[in-house]
């Protein structure tokens, strides 16, 4: 999920998961330009993922940290290398290997009903039309930003699972479609309906969807020919990555509106949504991912250190 004006600010997120908070190290990692980085911080400082805290006086300087709300994108970044991972693991060089320190097995998680304990499943996830139109509203401007892709930089890491993953879901348009079909809206007038997007761009998303294998076409009309469309197994693993979307939105867009707005259909409940750990049942913590590549451990050991001193600051 990319984010202000293009991919670069979900790349500059990234580092900063990795540890990075100073604009020197984010332009030499990122190769980007400095009118755009600079834009780019004060994005995400202004929408609230990032803070810009002073570290010197003399020359004044600044350093950019996640907030609590930027830290709390965790589960997001989590779910789409897990995509990546699952989908897509055959064509990246290598795969990050992570673990669930509780009980020791490798990173698998999966999104639980905090009233009721059972997986949450597609379309199980009932919502309020004037909130969903808000929300899909804000996160939407952010997906348009974190997602063009055409406009997707070159780096030099040869590990980038979400760029293989922005290939796959193309862009905004793609995931709310693939949203649009996970909760059960299949025909292409419906899906042309309920997102109100222009023909020529759903037809245009629909072929790419379908050539990455993420949703299959059936027709169920001859004359004239009308067609509806189905998720793909990699499309309905992309639930998780959607409600984790949600959730996040739900925390931090809209945190005194929320409970009565989304409700689980299978018991009826406000539904919370709780990423836990597939082997464990525990809820999956940050500070509960382990990586087991050295260099990996050491940057997040970095980045939560300067989360916890700007808190502490
Ligand atoms: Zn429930
Ligand atoms: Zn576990």
Redesign the pocket.
């Given at each position: 999920m990319a984010v202000l004006g293009d991919d670069w600010t979900f790349l500059i997120l990234r580092q900063a998961f990795w540890g990075v908070t100073r604009f020197e190290n984010f332009l030499s990692n990122l190769a980007v330009s400095r009118a755009r980085l600079s834009d780019r911080l004060k994005y995400l400082t202004g929408i609230g993922v990032m803070e810009r805290r002073p570290y010197q006086t003399r020359p004044e300087r600044f350093e950019y940290v996640l907030s609590e709300m930027g830290l709390d994108l965790f589960e997001m970044a989590l779910l789409i290398h897990q995509w990546a991972d699952r989908w897509r693991g055959d064509q990246l060089d290598s795969n990050i290997e992570k673990r669930h320190r509780p009980c020791g097995a490798h990173l698998s998680m999966g999104f639980q009903?905090a009233?009721?304990d059972?997986p949450i499943a597609p379309g199980t996830i009932v919502e309020d039309t004037g909130y969903r139109c808000r929300l899909v509203d804000r996160i939407d401007g952010l997906l348009h930003r974190w997602q063009r892709r055409k406009a997707a930089p070159k780096h030099s890491s040869s590990f980038d699972p979400v760029s293989y993953a922005l290939e796959a879901f193309g862009d905004r348009w793609s995931l709310l479609i693939i949203d649009a079909i996970l909760s059960g809206i299949h025909r292409f007038d419906d899906i042309q309906r309920r997102l109100d997007v222009a023909r020529n761009i759903l037809t245009n998303r629909l072929v790419h969807l379908e050539s990455e294998g993420l949703v299959t076409k059936n027709a169920y009309q001859d004359a004239p020919p009308r067609y509806d469309y189905h998720p793909a197994p990699p499309a309905r693993d992309l639930h998780d990555v959607l409600t984790a979307t949600r959730a996040w939105g739900l925390r931090w867009l809209y945190p005194s509106d929320t409970d009565a707005k989304l409700v689980?259909r299978?018991?009826g409940?406000a539904?919370r949504p709780k990423l836990v750990c597939t082997s464990c049942a525990r809820p999956i913590l940050w500070e509960d991912v382990d990586y087991a590549d050295p260099e990996m451990k050491e940057a997040k050991a970095k980045m939560m250190a300067t989360v916890i001193n700007a808190g502490g600051s």
């Open positions: 009903c009233s009721c059972e689980h299978y018991c409940q539904a």
